[in-house]
């Protein structure tokens, strides 16, 4: 436990984010659900004549929708003989009143839940309708819930990290070799290229799945190449990482133009979009690849050889080199994980879009560094895991959502989410500092 | 050390104390409206959102704008949280024309109303599914620029156009001064037409390009000031400012004093003061269950140098 802690101090970090954000997003919501819809009925029974015309108003979201129908079904049930479902925009409900009005007849409830009750209609009733004016608005009990904490927030805030997600497994990787992949932004908008305009080429709007499957594997292997291709000039030249992958960057980035001539690709079957968007047995795709390849990546850095070649090579080039481990063939499979990673999430991104474009990914090499980093990988190689990379992606994450909800200007937000960023590293390095400085010393009397 | 760590938490522990208190202090609205534009560090997106701030509020509601940096990606993000938080509505400026379909299908399937404005939505699915766009008619200002070009040549000589072609609104620009020249009996002849990208420097740099093939052109229309004003730089560097009328697009801030020093001759008017009240407005009238026109277009006018003297905003550097 206490060897848990240490090791994902970062988790707390999270953990108390998700709290703060739940705490400042806290609202009155509205229930939506049959019981919600039975308290409203049982109220109005109490209250109003049966022959009283009464309106159930949704609005045109399923819960609301749902609500709406089963409060007027409960209605006609205890005998409400004029009770009406009304499902829509305000402008139905403005059709509604006019066709009671139109009969001569008078609203005497509307019964709703939701936004409804916030629709300027039913504000400014009394004075569009004087006859109606006493009408009354049954609505559910409120109750207290953070938006934060709202199932499609949650799924949200997974939807806007998968993409970075995904390719800061590659780059954790590369970061614990004690190198950087700058090149990762480029090859999203070169995979989402690639793949999208081969899924025009094969097919456009009418190609199938196995076109969609195809377009997605051309444009990670695509990315593949150029990774194997940048990872052998940094292994085999010896040229800085920093630089190889700051040409194959612009490079890859250029090449995304050129395919493209600038425009982007939208003519694409609408299977592309269940990668990014689409649900297996109720959970989200995006959630189940996450899993997936986290739990993957973690077994791989943990428990087998080439895992741990990964960690040893970052940690002495020349003492793994002695102790007979293929540093370069070790640095060409980083780049090559790296850069399938980036295509895999140029993939996603394309499916979440249902587009490709070439200025996709732009400045995303930093979101995805900033996340190994805040999640505990070290910059100078040999140290850092997986799991912590999830959870940096995903303090990234929750900031940049935490923010939205709170309304947070963007110019702040900026500043925020970078102060964030140092801010958790100085209290991650603060808490394992001792650990850090005895290893810095034991270096030193290495050297 | 674990003194340490016990006075940290309850440092924190105070600081979110205080910013509960203060959140549940600040007194609540009526709802909040979701406003994301490609770009808002563009004078042009700054003032509609603080004119749709100011209208939103006369009607006690919240505007979140966001900047979506030109990133449909991180656009689609800005819109799944609008409709996490149940905004009551979402004000979009589309950062690319078909990546915002998808926000739009997400929003419109949990009741949330869009509206555009200033760039339509032009995915098939999801453009039926926007309650109203807003936005200046481009078409008609493209056809004003023709007129212009017509009246200043005297209809006679070869002409360039620094387009755009990226974006819709400045394809129709395009397209509206062709019109023009195309109903109007006339011997001008366009004989170049390249994408100046709507910034100063490639419209710079193109311009040259083109009078190093073209050098006997007589006007440029560029569909927007900045280009405009790059093409009159590469126009007054070639020694060719008595030859070459510009023409832009926008009477932006610098276009206005471009147009006051003639540097431009006319640079179509656009009303982004309109196009936020025209927005704020279609939401209101959605609210209070109106029909709401699908499309709503404000014409653009002349912006010559008569205008530009007696214009107030120009010195005040405002739209």
């Given at each position: 436990m206490w060897k848990l802690k240490r090791d994902y101090g970062m988790l707390v970090v999270l953990i108390g984010l998700c709290v703060l954000f739940s705490a400042l997003t806290l609202n009155d919501q509205m229930p939506?659900?049959?019981?919600?819809?039975?308290?409203?009925?049982?109220?109005?029974?109490?209250?109003?004549?049966?022959?009283?015309?009464?309106?159930?108003?949704?609005?045109?979201?399923?819960?609301?929708?749902?609500?709406?129908?089963?409060?007027?079904?409960?209605?006609?049930?205890?005998?409400?003989?004029?009770?009406?479902?009304?499902?829509g925009t305000p402008r139905d409900l403005r059709q509604a009143l006019d066709q009671v009005r139109q009969n001569g007849d008078i609203v005497s409830a509307i019964a709703t839940t939701g936004?409804?009750?916030?629709?300027?209609?039913?504000?400014?009733?009394?004075?569009?309708?004087?006859?109606?004016?006493?009408?009354?608005?049954?609505?559910?009990?409120?109750?207290?819930?953070?938006?934060?904490?709202?199932?499609?927030?949650?799924?949200?805030?997974?939807?806007?990290?998968?993409?970075?997600?995904?390719?800061?497994?590659?780059?954790?990787?590369?970061?614990?070799?004690?190198?950087?992949?700058?090149?990762v932004g480029s090859l999203i908008a070169l995979s989402a290229v690639i793949s999208t305009s081969l899924?025009?080429?094969?097919?456009?709007?009418?190609?199938?799945?196995?076109?969609?499957?195809?377009?997605?594997?051309?444009?990670?292997?695509?990315?593949?190449g150029v990774g194997a291709a940048g990872g052998f000039i940094v292994a085999r030249f010896k040229v800085p990482p920093f630089i190889t992958t700051l040409a194959i960057m612009m490079i890859g980035r250029g090449l995304a133009f050129m395919i493209t001539g600038g425009f982007s690709i939208y003519q694409v079957p609408s299977s592309l979009t269940w990668l990014g968007q689409g649900r297996s047995m109720g959970i989200p795709n995006t959630v189940i690849l996450l899993i997936l390849l986290y739990a993957a990546a973690h077994i791989f850095m943990t428990y087998t050889r080439l895992g741990r070649h990964i960690y040893a090579v970052g940690g002495n080039e020349e003492a793994s080199r002695l102790s007979g481990i293929s540093v370069s063939g070790v640095i060409v499979f980083v780049?090559?994980?790296?850069?399938?990673?980036?295509?895999?999430?140029?993939?996603?991104?394309?499916?979440?879009?249902?587009?490709?474009?070439?200025?996709?990914?732009?400045?995303?090499?930093?979101?995805?560094?900033?996340?190994?980093?805040?999640?505990?990988?070290?910059?100078?190689?040999?140290?850092?895991?997986?799991?912590?990379?999830?959870?940096?992606?995903?303090?990234?994450?929750?900031?940049?959502?935490?923010?939205?909800?709170?309304?947070?200007?963007?110019?702040?937000?900026?500043?925020?989410?970078?102060?964030?960023?140092?801010?958790?590293?100085l209290l991650d390095k603060a808490r394992t500092g001792k650990k850090q400085t005895t290893r810095k010393a034991e270096k030193e009397v290495q050297r | 050390m674990k003194v340490k760590r016990t006075s940290i938490r309850r440092a924190m522990g105070c600081l979110l104390f205080g910013i509960v208190l203060g959140t549940w202090a600040q007194g609540q609205t009526k709802g909040k409206i979701g406003m994301t534009c490609m770009d808002l560090t563009n004078p042009f997106f700054k003032l509609i959102a603080n004119v749709m701030e100011k209208e939103a509020a006369k009607y006690d509601y919240e505007l979140l704008a966001l900047d979506a940096n030109n990133d449909p990606a991180k656009q689609?993000?800005?819109?799944?949280?609008?409709?996490?938080?149940?905004?009551?509505?979402?004000?979009?400026?589309?950062?690319?024309?078909?990546?915002?379909?998808?926000?739009?299908?997400?929003?419109?399937?949990?009741?949330?109303?869009?509206f555009t404005f200033d760039v339509q939505v032009t995915d098939k699915e999801a453009a039926p599914l926007v309650e109203s766009h807003i936005g200046s008619d481009n078409f008609q200002g493209g056809r004003l620029a023709g007129e212009s070009m017509l009246k200043v040549t005297g209809g006679k000589g070869k002409i360039a156009i620094l387009s755009y072609p990226e974006v819709t609104s400045c394809i129709l620009r395009v397209d509206g001064f062709k019109k023009v020249l195309q109903q109007t009996p006339t011997e001008l002849k366009i004989v170049s037409e390249l994408s100046g990208r709507g910034n100063r420097n490639d419209g710079y740099n193109t311009t040259t390009d083109m009078l190093q093939a073209h050098s006997d052109i007589v006007g440029i229309f560029a569909i927007n000031d900045p280009s405009a004003l790059g093409a009159h730089s590469a126009v007054v560097k070639a020694g060719k400012q008595d030859q070459i009328t510009v023409i832009g697009f926008d009477a932006s801030p610098a276009g206005k004093q471009a147009v006051f020093e003639k540097k431009l001759y006319d640079s179509p008017q656009q009303f982004p003061r309109k196009m936020a009240k025209g927005t704020v407005d279609?939401?209101?009238?959605?609210?209070?269950?109106?029909?709401?026109?699908?499309?709503?277009?404000?014409?653009?006018?002349?912006y010559y140098y008569e205008n530009a003297v007696k214009d107030p905003s120009r010195e005040k550097e405002q739209w």
């Open positions: 939506e659900g049959d019981q919600a819809a039975q308290q409203v009925a049982k109220n109005l029974d109490a209250k109003v004549d049966k022959n009283a015309v009464i309106l159930a108003v949704g609005a045109a979201n399923k819960p609301s929708a749902s609500f709406a129908g089963k409060a007027n079904d409960l209605l006609q049930e205890k005998g409400f003989k004029q009770s009406r479902l009304v499902v936004d409804v009750p916030e629709w300027r209609l039913i504000e400014i009733l009394p004075e569009k309708y004087p006859e109606f004016a006493s009408c009354v608005l049954e609505t559910p009990k409120p109750y207290k819930w953070p938006d934060f904490l709202k199932r499609s927030n949650l799924l949200a805030i997974v939807d806007r990290i998968v993409v970075i997600a995904v390719i800061a497994i590659g780059m954790t990787m590369v970061i614990i070799t004690a190198g950087i992949d700058l090149s899924m025009k080429l094969w097919g456009g709007l009418e190609a199938s799945g196995w076109i969609v499957l195809l377009g997605f594997l051309a444009g990670t292997l695509a990315c593949g780049y090559i994980v790296s850069s399938l990673a980036a295509g895999l999430g140029g993939c996603i991104q394309a499916s979440q879009l249902n587009s490709g474009t070439p200025n996709m990914g732009i400045m995303y090499e930093l979101y995805v560094i900033a996340a190994v980093v805040v999640g505990g990988t070290s910059l100078s190689g040999g140290s850092g895991r997986i799991l912590g990379t999830l959870i940096g992606a995903f303090i990234i994450s929750v900031i940049q959502n935490g923010m939205n909800l709170l309304g947070i200007e963007s110019y702040t937000q900026q500043v925020v989410l970078g102060a964030v960023i140092v801010g958790g590293v | 689609n993000n800005q819109l799944s949280d609008f409709v996490a938080q149940g905004c009551a509505a979402i004000f979009l400026n589309p950062a690319d024309s078909r990546a915002a379909g998808e926000g739009v299908k997400k929003a419109h399937a949990a009741g949330i109303p869009v279609a939401f209101i009238r959605y609210m209070e269950g109106e029909d709401v026109a699908k499309k709503i277009f404000i014409p653009c006018e002349h």
